[in-house]
């Protein structure tokens, strides 16, 4: 091994690691170890006086090698390698020792063997870092270009986004016409606007962009490749049969929801007057002289909210838009007829935000609105007169029992994850445990998917409004922006390489890459594994599972890990 | 400078716009208005419902915002307007505020925050602690540096003539930190037991204490900390500095020149001071009474002046102005005050037993006063010799002592508190009279005083009514000696040769620079202005000496215009106003022991007590915050502080604006029937956030009022939201979740913790919401349907709710807790209006950002090119301002671009034009 110039800071943090590690000592430790050219400490190694200094001192001392002793590197790896790459060190070549974490902040009943113990992390980072190379990140050139899967109003909404970022974009529809289940209702909430007029809208903004290309009847067959450039067979459906071939950088997934179909029974179910929300909204707006149903005129709508949802063992979450739907659709009914009576048997009415206004003008319309606790559910029987009957128990009234003779029931049903097996199969889609697809993180990526360059956008993540499911395409556009834009993506080279002299190709490797990374390719007459630097994660997976040692890590090379563990070890703590 | 796209608001919706937007390879400046970037999310527990603990997932995004190389942070940052340009862009002026810390300079090290001597509430912990005013955010602000928070100069600093730092020896004093007080006022001048003592005080008068019960007694803690101070250190306890080669020679040792000396001395000039008396000091030695101000006390001050090396050359007037600066003096100060008294000028004057204030007081503290046992004196005169002279007049045993004075007790000079001591020690007072004749025996001696009677006409150049007489008739006060106080001139006559003597035989120099023509010529203080009193004169010493510093540094003497480089002074209806709670105070007790019939010279004056010191600075209230001590900028290890900078205000050009301004929390004191505010352990949801989260501030869930671990918590929901009786009708969307999450993590840190939640309806409306109320149930949370209507407080603390039992038979049921949390709503940020300041940007009824269509256009406002993230534009959790944070940014890039593709078309059809 040649000599290397490597330059070691250990960082106070402040008094974090000082105050039970004696930073001096560790300082002493390593200072005059082999390759070693300068060791300081230092009050805040991440604070930018000192990272100038280390930009100087990289560059004075010519260091090729960088350590620093600090925190976690889940906080600062990426300060210091930035450091490194400021000074012109390449930043692979540096090394994070976490002597806080995992150190200082675990042992502060015990400075002197935390302090030996630091010494033993900063030995193994220095020795690591002996046998580092430069790396390279992987620029992968980008596709200007995004497949949209699901022409629903979040998929139309996105397709016209992504055009307008400049990127091209296939926009398929499994079914012949586009809209998805906006299109087919009148009225929305919270603005009234008709759901078909929407979808009309944005199907002319689609029609001005040709950018665009819209597929109908069309469905996702096959795909390969990886983020950035993923090559993707559409089957278009129709007399004649006829695929199309085209290169994306991303993925916007945008399926929708099925709607929840009652059991024949369930909360009368099966009889008739007793109908689902969709079917009453149906009613309505056929109805503008007044709501008929069997041509006698409705006299009294019961509502029955939560069917379908909030069920334990069943479908456990809420659906979250059926209740402002429901209230605004009493308001549509009262608008057409106020003298109609409209009841609502509810457990909590979640018209969060401003949806809360629309239930205040329910109720100020006349609408009753009757709490039923969760395990004395409504009950609904046909009446002699053909009526329906709805029994329920009304919290708000001192739990009375009360039965409502009503001309219609409307079971608020809500939403449930669509079948979608292949396309989850073929993109490795993750499905959650109520059946949506899963974000990487609910809180701060919700569109984004484990599977890089694949987005959710819409119901096919979970419940939502119109404006919800909007806003999410939306934000699947900006997150498509942020990787294609520039035309090139950098990635980690942290990768693993094989060997092929070594390589027998046994397939072990293949089977346990969970990112389809490994193929077997032939080299000088030989069967060897490959693996797709661009699809590898750098798990490590593979290397840990060769029989023949022919893989190794970059960036966590054997060679490194052996040394770094060797050196750890040298020190024994009391 | 120029960017793609300006961000203003750095919560999670202004930081996922910037990162959004960054990484499509915009431009972007983001303008946060705190210290750190991070918005609310930062100060949270953990989320609902991963429970990932909020510091650690906000934390990388915090500084990924900084470090992207396509994004420009400006933190403590307000837009100030924004306005369209000819050419469709945006000019955006942006507001650097002075943070008086070098971002590239500090790391963050805190070590200025233990010394700092204000507390404040900390407002990154919801105020259930205090915090400095030199501060760090919080442990993970990023960037990582500290800033420190001034209101404005407290007003008993900016009033003080002198330029003591009095707010900030207050403070130190309020810290025990007695020798660091001393050391700060030593910092103006060296006469710290000597203004201690005689000081006028006008920051007592301005003290915003003083407007709703008593001053602070900033004089008397002065005084306190020299006594300390002189106990046990002999001279001030600062090192000389290296010689710097420069001499200065200064004329006169009164307090401008004693001041001058000291601050000449202190940046290593050789300072010679120049005495005509046998001994230094000026007025300090020869006019102040013994009794007010000891000889000891004036003589330690001076040691503080001698004890840097300046010499003092008594019994030495100077005539020769320019032979001094032959002598090879750089610099020569005049600073000789006003030592000659103006004369009756009235018949009778040359009659033993007449003489004049000052001849008096300096025979006095020669030791050759007269003994007046058994006799009447009359002092003519209103000001503050005329009161020395008489109580001295009572001490040398005058049987009766009358101030004649020729205006009304409310026209006096004199300091109304020496007028009242005066009184005290059986000074009477003749008021509206005016001597015409001193009348004398055959002795030559005087016998009495004739006097007319006045009355006040219209008001004179001085503002004052002028006095005239009321007829012709007079009268005779009848007395064995007349002191004539009625004023005191300069002596300059001999200067008259090198420096411009007016009328008044004060030397005319530049008013502000204190240059004379003849460049080396300095004058200072009541030479120049007349008769004023010591604090004035030792502002003056001061400018002079930074003024001959900058003379013979070479630098331009465009110094300080008021005495410091100061703020404005805070306004005192805001201290007042932002005080949470307000304890009166009793007022410093009366230290002064005044008999009618003052025997000796003794001082009348006691010093404070520790205790009473301590109770007397613990009641400042921090007007500025930054009490201007001084302590950080020593303690320091970067050099990073410098109290004196400025805002800095920029213009920028953008191409797009998105407005993150995020959400206020509703005020719960607007519910006073939940009585937030009045009893201790009602807390709000975010307080309760700050006892749960990592950096909590007690390491346990506590009650605030008695520390207490609470055993029966109670949530109160949709506090401020669907509620008319505040003009809030709409639904917060997430005061329900974070209820249950703090549910769930109370019932985690409390195991044994009843946990009650008060709701009307539960707004789990979410992805995993609702399973995630389910699982607070199931571990054994308690919901109870109902509002409650009114929080009563026990005496223990306790608190009573009173609410209807809807599930359990509608009874109008009571219930008692420990511990009750108020589930706060959400309130629009308002500061949004103020944003643009030529187009409207459209609000909703309820005071959001107006989205025009928020069904499929999510993120645009009415404003071509503005658009609105996060909760600016109506009430969000997390993930729905990331999600319409992300809707905002693609509309902000589908803009842009366009706008681009018209810039090029336009370009194109330019070009053909040319060719053409």
């Given at each position: 091994m040649s000599e290397r110039r490597i330059g070691v800071y250990i960082c106070h943090c402040g008094g974090n690691i000082s105050d039970y590690v004696d930073v001096a000592a560790v300082r002493d430790a390593v200072k005059d170890l082999p390759d070693v050219v300068h060791a300081e400490t230092s009050l805040f190694a991440c604070s930018d006086g000192t990272q100038q200094d280390m930009i100087k001192m990289i560059r004075d001392q010519n260091l090729d090698g960088l350590v620093v002793a600090s925190c976690s590197p889940k906080l600062h790896l990426f300060t210091f390698r930035g450091v490194s790459r400021r000074a012109g060190l390449n930043p692979f070549e540096y090394t994070q020792a976490n002597i806080r974490e995992q150190c200082s902040w675990a042992h502060t009943d015990d400075r002197a063997g935390a302090t030996t113990k630091a010494i033993g992390l900063v030995k193994g980072a220095i020795a690591k870092t002996r046998e580092s190379s430069a790396l390279e990140p992987m620029a992968v050139q980008t596709t200007p270009a995004s497949l949209v899967v699901g022409a629903g109003i979040a998929g139309l909404r996105a397709a016209i986004g992504l055009a307008d970022l400049g990127l091209r974009v296939y926009l398929l529809e499994q079914s012949a016409t586009v809209g998805g289940w906006v299109g087919q209702f009148g009225p929305t909430f919270p603005n009234d606007r008709d759901g078909r007029e929407m979808v009309a809208d944005l199907l002319e903004q689609i029609q001005e962009r040709p950018t665009i290309t819209l597929l109908t009847n069309a469905e996702l067959t096959a795909k390969s490749g990886s983020f950035g450039n993923y090559a993707v067979t559409i089957t278009v459906h129709g007399e004649s049969e006829s695929t199309v071939e085209a290169t994306v950088g991303s993925i916007v997934i945008a399926t929708g929801f099925d709607t929840y179909q009652p059991e024949i029974g369930e909360y009368g179910y099966g009889i008739d007057g007793v109908v689902t929300l969709a079917q009453f909204k149906e009613l309505v707006e056929a109805s503008p002289d007044g709501i008929k149903f069997h041509d006698r005129p409705v006299r009294t709508v019961t509502y029955v909210y939560c069917v379908g949802n909030?069920?334990?063992?069943?479908?456990?979450?809420?659906?979250?838009?059926c209740c402002s739907a429901t209230v605004h659709a009493s308001l549509e009914v009262s608008a057409v007829d106020p003298a109609i009576h409209q009841y609502h048997l509810y457990r909590?009415?979640?018209?969060y935000g401003k949806y809360e206004l629309l239930y205040e003008q329910s109720r100020k319309r006349g609408s009753v609105f009757m709490k039923f606790p969760d395990e004395t559910p409504p009950t609904v029987e046909r009446a002699g007169d053909g009526r329906l009957l709805v029994t329920t128990r009304d919290t708000l009234s001192g739990g009375v029992d009360v039965t409502i003779p009503s001309d219609l029931v409307v079971l608020v049903t809500g939403m449930v994850p669509r079948e979608n097996t292949e396309l989850t199969k073929m993109l490795h889609l993750p499905v959650g445990g109520d059946g949506f697809f899963n974000e990487i993180h609910p809180k701060l990526r919700p569109v984004e998917t484990v599977v890089d360059g694949v987005m959710i956008a819409g119901t096919c993540q979970g419940p939502k409004t119109i404006s919800e499911s909007v806003a999410s395409g939306l934000a699947a556009v900006a997150q498509s922006g942020a990787m294609l834009m520039k035309g090139v993506a950098e990635l980690d080279p942290l990768v693993a390489v094989v060997d092929a002299s070594a390589c027998t190709w046994c397939g072990e490797c293949q089977r346990v890459c969970p990112y389809e990374a490994i193929t077997q390719v032939e080299v000088d007459g030989h069967d060897v594994a490959s693996i797709d630097a661009a699809v590898c994660k750098g798990c490590g997976g593979c290397t840990s599972y060769c029989p023949s040692n022919a893989i190794d890590l970059l960036g966590a090379t054997d060679a490194q890990m052996q040394a770094l563990i060797e050196n750890l070890v040298e020190v024994t703590v009391p | 400078m120029e960017y793609d796209a300006l961000v203003v608001g750095g919560g999670i919706g202004g930081m996922e716009s910037s990162l959004k937007l960054g990484d499509m390879g915009y431009k972007v400046l983001l303008v946060e208005k705190e210290p750190s970037v991070g918005g609310r999310m930062i100060l949270l527990s953990k989320v609902f419902p991963t429970l990932d603990c909020a510091s650690c997932i906000s934390g990388p995004k915090m500084s990924s915002t900084i470090n992207h190389p396509n994004i420009t942070t400006a933190s403590s940052s307000t837009v100030l307007g924004i306005r369209r340009t000819p050419e469709g862009r945006f000019l955006a002026t942006v507001k650097k505020r002075a943070t008086y810390v070098d971002p590239a300079a500090c790391t963050g090290c805190q070590e200025c925050e233990p010394v700092c001597t204000v507390a404040v509430p900390d407002q990154f912990n919801a105020d259930l602690v205090p915090r400095r005013a030199a501060f760090l955010a919080f442990p993970q602000a990023v960037p990582k540096k500290v800033v420190i928070e001034r209101a404005g100069t407290s007003p008993c600093t900016d009033t003080c003539p002198a330029g003591i730092k009095a707010h900030g020896y207050v403070a130190l004093i309020r810290n025990g930190r007695y020798e660091e007080a001393f050391q700060l006022v030593l910092e103006a001048t060296p006469l710290v037991g000597t203004l201690g003592r005689a000081c006028y005080a006008p920051c007592e008068n301005e003290c915003t204490r003083d407007d709703v019960e008593s001053s602070i007694p900033i004089r008397r803690l002065k005084r306190f900390v020299a006594d300390r101070h002189y106990e046990t250190m002999q001279g001030p306890g600062v090192v000389a500095p290296e010689p710097n080669g420069h001499r200065v020679a200064i004329v006169g040792s009164g307090p401008a020149g004693l001041t001058a000396a000291w601050q000449l001395a202190r940046l290593g000039y050789g300072v010679t001071l120049y005495e005509?008396?046998?001994?230094?000091?000026?007025f300090l030695r020869y006019a102040i009474p013994a009794y007010r101000l000891p000889q000891d006390v004036v003589e330690r001050d001076i040691a503080n002046v001698t004890a840097l090396g300046v010499e003092i050359v008594t019994n030495s007037p100077i005539t020769d102005l320019e032979a001094l600066h032959h002598d090879g003096f750089d610099a020569v100060l005049v600073a000789t005050g006003t030592p000659r008294s103006t004369t009756l000028g009235i018949p009778g004057e040359e009659f033993a037993g007449v003489q004049s204030g000052l001849e008096l007081l300096r025979d006095v503290r020669l030791g050759a006063g007269p003994d007046w046992t058994g006799q009447r004196v009359v002092v003519v005169g209103g000001g503050n010799v005329a009161m020395d002279a008489a109580r001295t007049a009572r001490r040398l045993g005058a049987r009766r002592t009358i101030v004649a004075y020729r205006r009304g007790r409310d026209e006096m000079p004199a300091m109304a508190s020496e007028v009242q001591d005066a009184a005290h020690e059986g000074v009477a007072f003749e008021f509206l009279v005016a001597p015409v004749e001193v009348l004398g025996d055959e002795h030559g001696r005087v016998t009495g005083v004739r006097c007319q009677r006045m009355v006040l006409g219209a008001p004179d150049a001085s503002g004052r009514r002028r006095p005239e007489p009321a007829d012709h008739s007079t009268f005779v006060i009848e007395c064995d000696a007349v002191i004539g106080a009625i004023g005191m001139v300069p002596d300059t006559e001999d200067f008259a040769t090198t420096l411009r003597v007016g009328a008044d035989r004060r030397v005319a120099v530049d008013p502000l620079t204190r240059q004379s023509e003849v460049e080396y010529l300095f004058a200072a203080g009541d030479v120049v202005n007349g008769a004023t009193d010591i604090t004035r004169a030792v502002g003056e010493g001061r400018r002079a000496a930074h003024m001959i510093d900058r003379f013979l540094t070479g630098r331009p003497l465009d110094g300080f215009v008021a005495l410091d480089d100061r703020l404005a002074a805070v306004d005192k209806a805001a201290v007042l106003a932002r005080q949470r709670t307000y304890t009166p105070r009793e007022a410093a007790p009366d230290t002064f022991s005044l008999s009618d019939g003052p025997t000796d010279f003794s001082e009348v004056e006691r010093v404070l007590s520790e205790v009473e010191a301590l109770a007397g600075a613990g009641?400042?209230?921090?007007?500025?915050?930054?009490?201007?001590?001084?302590q950080c900028v020593r303690a320091c290890p970067a050099d990073a502080i410098d109290l004196n900078a400025k805002d800095q205000v920029i213009e920028v050009d953008v191409g797009a604006v998105v407005v993150s301004t995020g959400y206020k929390l509703f005020a719960a004191d607007l519910k006073p029937e939940y009585g937030w505010g009045q009893y201790a352990n009602v807390i709000t949801g975010m307080q309760m956030d700050r006892l749960l989260a990592p950096t909590r501030p007690f390491n346990t869930v506590l009650r605030p009022g008695d520390g207490k671990v609470p055993e029966r918590i109670a949530y109160v929901s949709c506090t401020g939201s669907r509620d008319r009786t505040v003009d809030n009708p709409l639904c917060s969307k997430l005061c329900c979740m974070y209820s249950v999450k703090q549910n769930q993590l109370i019932m985690g840190t409390l195991p044994l913790a009843d946990v009650t939640m008060h709701y009307i309806d539960i707004r789990a409306a979410g992805k995993r919401y609702d399973e995630f109320y389910e699982q607070s149930r199931a571990m054994g949370a308690s919901y109870i349907k109902g509002r409650v209507s009114k929080i009563t407080e026990k005496d223990n603390g306790d608190l009573v709710l009173r609410y209807e039992d809807i599930e359990n038979g509608g009874a109008i049921t009571e219930a008692e807790y420990d511990l009750v949390v108020l589930a706060v709503g959400v309130q629009p940020n308002r500061e949004v209006e103020q944003l643009f300041t030529d187009e409207h940007l459209d609000l909703n009824e309820y005071y959001y950002v107006d989205e025009p269509d928020d069904d499929l256009d999510p993120g645009r406002t009415n404003i071509p090119g503005v658009f609105v993230a996060g909760a600016a534009a109506g009430a969000k959790d997390i993930v729905d301002s990331i999600t319409h944070a992300g809707a905002a940014v693609s509309q902000v890039a589908a803009y842009l671009e366009r706008r681009r593709d018209d810039d090029l078309i336009n370009q194109e059809l330019a070009t053909m034009e040319l060719s053409r």
């Open positions: 909030r069920q334990p063992g069943g479908n456990e979450y809420c659906s979250k838009y909590d009415i979640r018209t | 005509a008396s046998p001994e230094p000091g000026g009641a400042c209230l921090d007007c500025g915050v930054c009490s201007e001590c001084g």
